[in-house]
T-cell receptor, first 113, second 111 residues
Framework: EAQVTQNPRYLITVTGKKLTVTCSQN?????MSWYRQDPGLGLRQIYY???????DKGDVPEGYKVSRKEKRNFPLILESPSPNQTSLYFC????????????FGPGTRLTVL | AQRVTQPEKLLSVFKGAPVELKCNYS??????LFWYVQYSRQRLQLLLR??SRESIKGFTADLNKGETSFHLKKPFAQEEDSAMYYC?????????????FGTGTKLQVIP
């Protein structure tokens, strides 16, 4: 089944403890991105990747890192999480890098205490 | 920079009533516009995109370049339409897509 998966789905952690949220797609998509969803603010793009080893900042990249060593995986890294990074995170992928439909993962709810 | 505005945070309508979810965008070039839907406890999924000119689940959306709008419409709301709806704009940003989402409108269909 074609899909985008994320792990973990739920995570409660403490300030400063490094964490990684994984994202994987099995559709051979070139474009992948990370969003955070906050009430009243909608979806905001954190980082995106156009292909392997090619990434760029979105609208709210501060406090996050990403890597794209393989086409299928695009992990989101929080080196030193803070409470303002408590949010619902979505990974998405699309076939091409230009104006294509995005397929979303199920979301990861992160709470930073 | 491009921008997407969804002026209503919440829209409540009765079952069978017409629905219009508003979306306005700002972008000087030729945009790609999408509507995504998020049902309760589910992931976001594409509802429709303007270039396909489809009607999905009874919803339609017409791109009005003069008014820079892409409003989502349905003539008769159903209870299963209750969900969060996001308008999204995709533009060419140096050879790659830059996607901007609106803040979303929660549609509540009252039985």
């Amino acid at each position: 089944e074609a899909q985008v998966t994320q792990n973990p789905r739920y995570l409660i952690t403490v300030t400063g403890k490094k964490l990684t949220v994984t994202c994987s797609q099995n559709m051979n998509h070139e474009y992948m991105s990370w969003y955070r969803q906050d009430p009243g603010l909608g979806l905001r793009q954190i980082y995106y990747s156009m292909n392997v080893e090619v990434t760029d900042k979105g609208d709210v990249p501060e406090g996050y890192k990403v890597s794209r060593k393989e086409k299928r995986n695009f992990p989101l890294i929080l080196e030193s999480p803070s409470p303002n990074q408590t949010s619902l995170y979505f990974c998405a992928s699309s076939l091409s890098v230009l104006g294509d439909t995005q397929y979303f993962g199920p979301g990861t709810r992160l709470t930073v205490l | 920079a491009q921008r997407v505005t969804q002026p209503e945070k919440l829209l409540s309508v009765f079952k069978g009533a017409p629905v219009e979810l508003k979306c306005n965008y700002s972008y000087s070039g030729s945009p790609e516009l999408f509507w995504y839907v998020q049902y309760s406890r589910q992931r976001l999924q594409l509802l429709l995109r303007h270039i396909s000119r489809e009607s999905i689940k009874g919803f339609t959306a017409d791109l009005n370049k003069g008014e820079t709008s892409f409003h989502l419409k349905k003539p008769f709301a159903q209870e299963e339409d209750s969900a969060m709806y996001y308008c999204a704009l995709s533009v060419d940003s140096g050879g790659y897509q830059k996607v901007t989402f609106g803040t979303g409108t929660k549609l509540q269909v009252i039985p």
